[in-house]
């Protein structure tokens, strides 16, 4: 099976030569441990110093996504990975807490774009078909929503979803090196403060080994007691 090479066709179609937009991905949504995180990068499209060999950070070995993601962040006007912790996703869902890591990756270039004096992004692109990461609808009634508390900026432009965004557009699979390596190396941590869960390996996802220790020692605080463990 062939391998799809990422383009930045679709991201120069959405902003004009000299404007940006932010491209967005998630990594761990489907893990029974440690954080959602997202990653997202605020790119001009057309600029030049694109980094070779960046695409979905699934199709990159260990090695690849450890190499490319320093010319990542050289490249990007901005980049962070924002997080959301078990605790949290416990309480807001996944769906909530995956907002509330793109509301702290999102406030964090638009710090970064601040103090570089880069231009704002007119936009973003978000992988998959569900749009999580625009703020709800305005309702004078509603509650707090996750990262109010921590006066986060709101994503207040435009997102478009793409499936498979990761694998054909180059600035999503971007993102998801930064996401990818920076939560990996957040599991690799935990793993050593809980070793019995093999975290080093399955990085909290629900490999055989990992519910069989979930099993024998019970849920650690790393994990999503919301979710089915075992």
């Known amino acids: 099976m062939s391998v799809v090479e990422p383009t930045l066709q679709l991201e120069r179609s959405m902003v004009a030569s000299g404007q940006t937009l932010a491209c967005v991905d ?4 489907g893990a029974l441990a440690g954080p959602v995180s997202v990653g997202m990068v605020i790119i001009d499209p057309w600029a030049p110093g694109v980094p070779g060999g960046v695409r979905d950070s699934k199709l990159l070995s260990l090695a690849a996504r450890e190499r490319l ?6 490249w990007v006007l901005a980049g962070a990975v924002g997080h959301a912790a078990p605790g949290e996703i416990d309480e807001h ?3 909530g807490a995956l907002r509330l890591a793109g509301r702290r990756a999102w406030d964090a270039c ?12 007119r936009v973003a692109l978000l992988d998959g078909n569900l749009d999580w990461l625009s703020a709800p609808p305005l309702d004078l009634f509603a509650a707090a929503q ?7 900026a709101e994503v207040d432009v435009p997102v478009r979803t793409q ?3 990761d694998r054909d557009c180059l600035g ?7 996401a990818k390596v920076e939560r990996d190396h957040l599991m690799e941590a935990l793993a050593q403060e809980h070793p019995a869960y093999g975290w080093e390996q399955n990085k ?4 055989a080994a990992h519910r069989a220790a979930i099993a024998q020692q019970g849920p650690s605080p790393a994990h999503r007691l919301s979710w089915k463990l075992i």
């Open 93 to 95: 869902g996944i769906v």
């Open 163 to 165: 499936v498979k965004g």
């Open 172 to 178: 999503v699979g971007a993102a998801s090196i930064l």
């Open 146 to 152: 996750p990262g109010d508390d921590e006066g986060l």
């Open 69 to 74: 993601e320093p010319q990542v962040r050289a």
């Open 110 to 121: 638009l710090r970064s774009l601040a103090d570089s004096g880069a231009a704002r992004p």
């Open 26 to 29: 998630e990594v761990g949504r």
């Open 204 to 207: 909290g996802y629900g490999s």
